[in-house]
Each structure stands twice: as C-alpha cells, then as structure tokens.
C-alpha cells in the first residue's frame, strides 16, 4: 500500500506534466490534491508556478512564503519569489528575497538567482551593481551567460 507521501508525489509528476502541456488548471488542481495529502515546499512552489503562468502573481508569492515556512533552505522558493515580485514591479523587494536566494546554503541552481538579481538592479540603471552581480555569478558558480553578459557589460562601458 502507498503512503500518502508516495501518492502525493504521483500527484505532483502528474501535476508537473500537466503543467507543461498547457493544462494549467488541471495543474493546479493536481498541485492542490498533492499539498492536501502531503505538503512540501517543493509541492508549494510548483503550485506558485501554476500561479504566476496564469498572471496570479499575488498567490504565487503566497505560495512561495509557504514553501519557505515548510523548508527555508529551499533556494528555489526565495528566487521565484523574487522573480514574481518583478513581475508585479516591486523589484525593491525581489532584491532582498534574490539575495537570500543566493544565501542559501547548498542551492543548485544560485546561478538563476544571481541572473534574476542583475536583471533587478538592471531595472534600476545600477550598471555597476549588474556587473559586480554577473561577475560574482561567475565566480562564484562558473555560469558561463554570467560571464557573457558581464563582458557584454563592460564592452559597452568601454
């Protein structure tokens, strides 16, 4: 017999599938059996993904805080909030939650939440800031679109 655990991940696979075909709606439904079975952040952002795709930005980032409550090591929930903050032109607080994006100790994909903090402070003409973004994903994380950009960057300074 499956343990709610193990349902709740078929919900989400299935969710996940749905989502990429273009039935969000059948989605978020998948989403919403997954987290009333077994709630996890991951299950939580997949949900704020649903969201956002849809244009509902205001449940996204709540869906986000949830999934930050259930896990806060989870890196991803922190960058796609920020992400959907600057989808609502509130790019002030995307900062702060990219930045503890990058924080996050042992986040596989920081790389993305460095992109999204440049393009952040791009929105503000902090070109200097941008640059010292990109150069420290590079650094830091060896994301060669970090380093392309950076260069681009400083080409055009030039």
């Not at 996204?60 to 796609?80: F, H, R, W």
Request: net charge negative; aromatic share 10%.
């Amino acid at each position: 017999m499956q343990t709610q655990a193990e349902i709740a991940r078929r919900f989400l696979e299935q969710a996940h599938r749905q989502q990429l075909s273009g039935a969000i709606e059948s989605a978020i439904n998948l989403y919403r059996a997954a987290l009333e079975m077994h709630p996890t952040a991951e299950a939580h952002k997949q949900l704020a993904s649903a969201y956002s795709q849809q244009g509902r930005y205001e449940e996204a980032v709540d869906q986000c805080m949830l999934a930050i409550e259930i896990d806060p090591e989870y890196g991803d929930a922190y960058n796609d909030l920020g992400v959907y903050l600057m989808a609502m032109d509130r790019y002030e607080a995307a900062i702060s939650w990219l930045e503890k994006a990058i924080a996050v100790p042992n986040y596989p994909n920081r790389a993305v939440a460095y992109m999204n903090l440049a393009r952040a402070y791009q929105h503000f003409g902090q070109t200097f800031k941008v640059a010292q973004v990109l150069r420290e994903a590079w650094e830091r994380e060896r994301h060669l679109p970090a380093l392309n950009a950076y260069q681009l960057l400083i080409g055009r300074l030039n």
